[in-house]
């Protein structure tokens, strides 16, 4: 059974499936601890609410007897890093250029799952993607789909480190998979491109420093001194995830609308999005779901690190907004480009 549902998976778009156990990952609910009692994890208060749920998966359904982790390749088809260099335009991070993940995943998970439940009677699934307690970073390693990076993202020899995570509990017992290692060895390049110095060590991640954190999840504005080191980044952030030397074995993305549909957009077009051009041009995109104000106050701090004053009215029209965040984030702006 097992075999085959690493065949249908496969059948149905994603790139790997591998199988663990709920209980397979002890150590998880040390580290997450850790992390937050040290505030790294920033504003994300429901990492705190469930955490007892998120460290312990056999605790989150004590009725699951195996994790089936699948991995979907989005592999851009650009370089990220070449956008950077283009400072008149907004870098949004490769996994948000076209639709949202959270749906096209979990739709191919119920169809999986589906199949899991046909072949085994009785049996019960939960599918999940990104949006519940569910630590699918350290199960991907226990289920020996890849391992966390120094990044503390997962990575893997045949997959690079471009791919969405799913996962599908079942009181289906399966035979687990045997862990992955990590396979980084030596190499520093995803600490060292890090524009923020999010990285205070090797696997250790400070969200309150990182630009996808800071330009998606932090509500309120970001410190001057990291406005700066954002440069024209407005959603999310891919430079470690880019550097990466195993991406030379990374997968192709299967699934099209991954890609196309948002590209790098001039800052200037940008700026005179109000509220419904906002929704309406990012309608199915996970970029919606931050909202005018919070992309308009990344906007503007790439305005400001532009060094384009033909971009200055863009951000002097915003100088009396309702949202005083983005109010400050344009004279900001027009400060840095004066």
């Not at 690493?6 to 059948?11: I, R, S």
């Not at 993202?153 to 996962?167: E, I, Q, S, T, Y």
């Not at 609308?257 to 001039?266: F, K, T």
């Amino acid at each position: 059974m097992k075999t085959r549902l690493v065949e249908k998976a496969l059948e149905e778009g994603f790139s790997k499936a591998r199988v663990t156990t709920p209980d397979a990952i002890p150590q998880a609910a040390e580290r997450l601890d850790a992390f937050v009692s040290a505030g790294m994890h920033g504003q994300m208060g429901w990492m705190e609410e469930r955490q007892n749920w998120r460290g312990a998966p056999d605790a989150l359904w004590p009725e699951a007897r195996s994790v089936v982790m699948l991995a979907e390749a989005y592999t851009p088809d650009y370089d990220p890093l070449e956008l950077l260099e283009q400072r008149d335009r907004g870098v949004i991070s490769a996994y948000a250029q076209g639709r949202d993940y959270h749906d096209l995943v979990k739709k191919r998970l119920k169809r999986v799952g589906r199949w899991l439940l046909d072949q085994a009677e009785g049996a019960q699934i939960k599918v999940f993607v990104d949006t519940a307690p569910v630590m699918e970073k350290p199960l991907g390693q226990a289920s020996g789909l890849g391992w966390q990076g120094k990044h503390t993202n997962l990575l893997a020899r045949d997959l690079g480190n471009w791919f969405f995570l799913g996962a599908i509990f079942t009181t289906v017992e399966l035979e687990p998979d045997a862990p992955e290692v990590s396979h980084c060895g030596s190499c520093t390049a995803c600490l060292d491109i890090c524009p923020t110095e999010a990285f205070p060590a090797p696997y250790q991640l400070d969200a309150r420093r990182c630009i996808s954190y800071l330009t998606i999840e932090h509500k309120g504005p970001i410190a001057p001194e990291l406005r700066a080191k954002m440069g024209n980044r407005i959603y999310g952030c891919d430079d470690c995830l880019a550097v990466c030397p195993w991406n030379k074995f990374a997968a192709e993305a299967r699934e099209l609308r991954y890609h196309g549909g948002v590209g790098a957009p001039p800052l200037a077009e940008l700026a005179g999005l109000d509220d419904a051009a906002f929704r309406a041009r990012f309608a199915g995109s996970p970029i919606k779901r931050i909202g005018r104000d919070r992309f308009l106050r990344n906007v503007l701090y790439a305005i400001g690190n532009s060094g384009d004053p033909s971009l200055v009215e863009a951000a002097r029209a915003h100088l009396e907004d309702p949202d005083p965040v983005v109010a400050e984030a344009a004279s900001w702006a027009r400060a840095q480009l004066a």
